[in-house]
């Protein structure tokens, strides 16, 4: 009886991440069969993509250095969806924060420390 009792909890635990376990299943199975269509190891294609992101410490690093501005911006977007806002082009947002910082990077004098510009 004390056995039924944990199920419900455990499916309340499972169903937010439900959705995103679905996406990320349907993914494989999408490129899986692209793949086979294409005459492909489906398998070998996943083990290579799976050692690339998380074969070792430096494949870790870079993964998570590419998918952290990512992170911010859904946290972004993911924050002003508690209060009932709707932000359009967070991405964009993102890219738009890059090249200002690029910009004024190379608007900085030379003379700044650590520049190696030359004008």
């Given at each position: 009886m004390r056995s039924?009792?944990?199920?419900?909890r455990l499916a309340l635990g499972v169903l937010p991440a439900l959705p995103t376990l679905c996406a990320i299943v349907g993914t494989l199975v999408l490129f899986s069969l692209f793949l086979l269509v294409q005459g492909q190891a489906a398998s070998d294609a996943?083990?290579?993509?799976a050692?690339?992101?998380?074969?070792?410490?430096?494949?870790?690093?870079?993964?998570?250095?590419?998918?952290?501005?990512?992170?911010l911006t859904a946290l972004c977007v993911?924050?002003?969806?508690?209060?009932e806002l709707v932000v359009i082009g967070g991405e964009g947002a993102l890219a738009l924060g890059g090249l200002?910082?690029?910009?004024?990077?190379?608007?900085?004098p030379k003379s700044m420390p650590g520049s190696s510009r030359r004008r």
């Open positions: 039924l009792a944990v199920l419900p996943l083990v290579l993509i050692q690339g992101a998380f074969g070792s410490s430096f494949a870790w690093q870079s993964t998570l250095l590419r998918a952290a501005p990512l992170m993911a924050l002003l969806a508690q209060v200002g910082a690029a910009v004024v990077a190379m608007l900085l």
